[in-house]
């Protein structure tokens, strides 16, 4: 084998396997992994652009490919509409992409304005407030004692409408967890409705789309998707107030917790930490990660972030609690984490 087909096998080669990557990977925030009927939609629109973008190029490619091949001894050849071969390609190059970038336009408004579960009433309306850099999450309900808010993470309960009422509280943030719905804004002063029918249960991660700031990239979500069961326990626990610590390293983590600078900007249901900056901590322990999909919640991670948020993740609100020892931040992060 020639030098120069090994290394033509070899870009094909690279070209397959990273398609084949995107095709089979279970990461996170696959468009191509479709779980609810809406992102299905999209998926599908993606599919025929990706297919007439690829047939666009094919096209053009033979033509230039012939085209070059043919007038290789030649001169270059003026048009002339009088000669049938030219006409075609001239009357074909204006036909062709009219008809296709008006197809894909079309096919694009109706995909946008398909609203699946809009004729049903919502099993929950949930508002969503974006935040330099993280999601606030109100669960409402009419009966004041039964509201909750959590942060970063939104449980929905499988096969059912939820309603999603997005604004922000600083700068334009986009909300999007690509395999249930598309993106749309969260606008200070305004509000967007998003509704949104999981067809499968599972964790989506979701990805705030806009850029918002230096840690926007630091801006994530989790939607977990459950049957309806573990919904309402899960719904049932959040409503509840933070439960007491029952062990002493905790209640001196409390301690500290109520009368240090924590309670000045976060709210534990229950206590006199009543903070309105940063996201409520009540059942801070129940959540998947800390700092808008930044780390695992870990003890070890919530030690780390507490002494020193600014190096994890500079710029946030919080600031890094550079005065407490080692005893005092595992009591923090202890209590923390006893806020199941
Ligand atoms: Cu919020 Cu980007």
Known sequence: MSRRRRAESLAVGLVLMSGLGVLGCESPMNVFAPASE???????????????????????????????????????????????GHR???????????????TLFI??????????????APAQVISVTGHQWWWEVTYDDSALQHRFTTANEIHVPVGEPVRLVLTSGDVIH?????????????IPGDTNVLDLTAARAGMYRGQCAEFCGQQHAHMALTVVAEPRADYE???????????EPDDSLARLGQ????????????????????GGVGPDLTHMG????????????????????????????????????TMYGGRELRALATYVSSLR
């Open 38 to 84: 809406m992102a299905a939609r999209t998926a599908n629109l993606t599919w025929l652009m990706v297919a007439l973008a690829v047939l666009v190029f094919v096209i053009v490619a033979v033509i230039i490919v012939a085209a070059a091949l043919r007038h290789r001894a030649r001169d270059p050849v003026a048009v002339d509409l009088s000669r049938p």
């Open 88 to 102: 075609f390609l001239v009357v074909g190059g204006i036909v062709f992409p009219v008809v296709v970038l008006t």
């Open 107 to 120: 096919i694009g408004m109706v995909t946008m304005g398909f609203a699946p579960g809009r004729s049903r």
């Open 174 to 186: 986009s909300f999007w967890v690509p395999e249930l719905q598309g993106k749309l804004d969260l």
């Open 233 to 243: 326990q899960w719904v049932a626990s959040q409503r509840a107030p933070a439960r």
């Open 255 to 274: 301690q500290l917790f109520v009368a240090g600078p924590c309670a000045l900007c976060h709210t534990v249901r229950g206590t006199p930490a009543l």
């Open 286 to 321: 129940s959540r998947l990660t800390i700092a808008a999909g930044t780390l695992p919640n870990t003890l070890g991670n919530l030690e780390g972030w507490i002494a020193n948020a600014q190096s994890i993740k500079p710029g946030a609100s919080m600031p890094s609690m």
